[in-house]
């Protein structure tokens, strides 16, 4: 790190809150690993994807569609901290229904600046779809977090299968394949890496590897 002159501005780098961006396919364990990157940073820790399943649940709970881009906005504008503590923002309709939300711009536009805010006041780790690429670019990290698509798969139907839902592994498969494309084709925002994103695959990890990988990932950009 370059040293600095005394009365000097410290350099922006040193002084904005630090941001860390997980992006990634669903299950792909970005969730468990932002966790504890942010417990160990001391950085608080955002689910982005609540804020799209919210809306969704919302849509769905009123009776219209979340195809309905009217509808789909007024609940993107109006969703309350509460919104997003609900228990039941996990359950298949609204999986797809999230990413059906998520594909319009009106709705990812109402979703942005408290993204962006939250990102500003107290830096984070923030998981998303888009968090390197558009909510924040200048992010000091950003994974993008992968692993095979059965891997994610299996994870999905343990996690379901534990809050004892039984559905068949291939059903899990097939709607995380229908959403993970959504996800990827939309015009606004889709699910990509960014230019700079470093690539943690998780197929062959459990969640320990998977910080221990993510976390030398991070010190070696942190330059700490
Ligand atoms: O937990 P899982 O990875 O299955 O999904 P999630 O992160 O809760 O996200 C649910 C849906 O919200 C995704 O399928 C995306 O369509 C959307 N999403 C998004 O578009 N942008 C984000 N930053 C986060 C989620």
Not at 58 to 87: I, M, Y
Not at 95 to 121: I, Y
């Amino acid at each position: 790190m370059s040293a600095t002159s005394p009365g000097a501005a410290p350099p922006e780098a040193l002084t904005a809150p630090v941001v860390i961006a997980v992006d990634g396919p669903a299950a792909a364990g970005k969730g468990t690993l932002a966790r504890r990157l942010a417990a160990e940073l001391g950085l608080p820790y955002l689910d982005t994807g609540l804020l799209y399943r919210a809306t969704a649940r919302r849509v769905l709970l009123a009776g219209g569609l979340p195809t309905d881009t009217a509808a789909a906005e007024a609940a993107a504008r109006t969703l309350e901290a509460a919104d997003l503590q609900r228990p039941d923002l996990r359950g298949p309709d609204v999986d797809q229904g999230a990413s059906q939300v998520a594909a319009q711009p009106p709705v990812r536009a109402a979703l942005l600046d408290f993204q962006r805010s939250f990102a500003a006041r107290h830096g984070g780790v923030m998981d998303g779809r888009d968090i390197g690429t558009v909510v924040c670019p200048d992010a000091r990290v950003k994974l993008f977090v992968t692993a095979s698509p059965e891997a994610r798969a299996r994870r999905r139907w343990l996690e379901r299968q534990a809050r004892g839902e039984s559905i068949p592994l291939e059903e899990v498969a097939q709607e995380m394949a229908v959403r993970d494309a959504r996800d990827a084709a939309r015009d606004v925002a889709p699910m990509k890496p960014a230019e700079d994103a470093i690539l943690l695959d998780t197929t062959e990890l459990d969640a320990e590897a998977a910080f221990r990988e993510a976390w030398q990932l991070i010190q070696a950009r942190l330059d700490v």
